[in-house]
């Protein structure tokens, strides 16, 4: 059996004396909790599980809390045996796209990209709930900080405030044209990512899987004519998910075609 550790260090405001609201921290330990579940569920699994109670395949326990700021230590025990540096990898990812910090340049590993894969868009949508709890002592006091670490000071992710108003997006509807191609798609969970070229960059997108049978041949032709190198150009109707400072996270589509909607 494998056993881990994640460090999580709220640091600055109250937390330098050692002490959190304990309401506040109470809130962010069952974010901890319901986040690192939620994670080791998906990299074990392949499946995002929406509750984070447990996980298939791994126990949880926190460690008494630490001197030095304000620091828990969680313990996971995964049955059978895992590669350490893939798993925290994988949650180094889970972490950063989810308060949106993720480089979609950057090349992930194949190991890693294998894993990320099942997920696409919905490991960060579904991690939003949790994450706002992890912020709670930073939404009272703005200086705080948190830092996720591995046991030897490898820094995981890093939240601050400006990642806790990340985290509090607003659902609009999308007044303008969203046109581009699809480069994943997961048909069995309807989620998957679309490059929009207004944005010039590629924004998750979650679609209906009961959608009608044509707009999901649009989305896997586009996909399959991404892959041939083509352009594969479709148009989306959808509500637009966008963070308090105006990007989008996330598309709730509506509708699909091929021609622009009018």
Known sequence: ?????IRFKYEHGSADSGRLDLYDASIALKGISRSLAIITHAYLNGKVRKHGDHAEGARFYIETPKRGSFIYEATIFIAGSVSSGLFYDFIKHAFTEAVGKIDQEEDLSKALEKRVEP?????PAVLESS????????KKEHEITLTASRPRGEVLAYFDYETAEYLEPVTVDWPNVIEGNVTKYNALSGWG?????????????KMDVNAPDRE????TWSLHENNMQRSG??????KAVVTPGGKIKRYLVEGVDNSPFI
């Open 119 to 123: 997920t696409i868009g919905e490991l």
């Open 131 to 138: 994450l706002q709890d992890m912020h709670r002592p930073i």
């Open 216 to 219: 999901r041949s649009l989305i």
């Open 193 to 205: 990512r679309f490059f929009d070229i207004q944005q010039g960059r590629t924004i998750s997108f």
């Open 233 to 238: 150009t479709l148009y989306l109707k959808a």
């Open 1 to 5: 059996m494998a056993e881990l550790k």
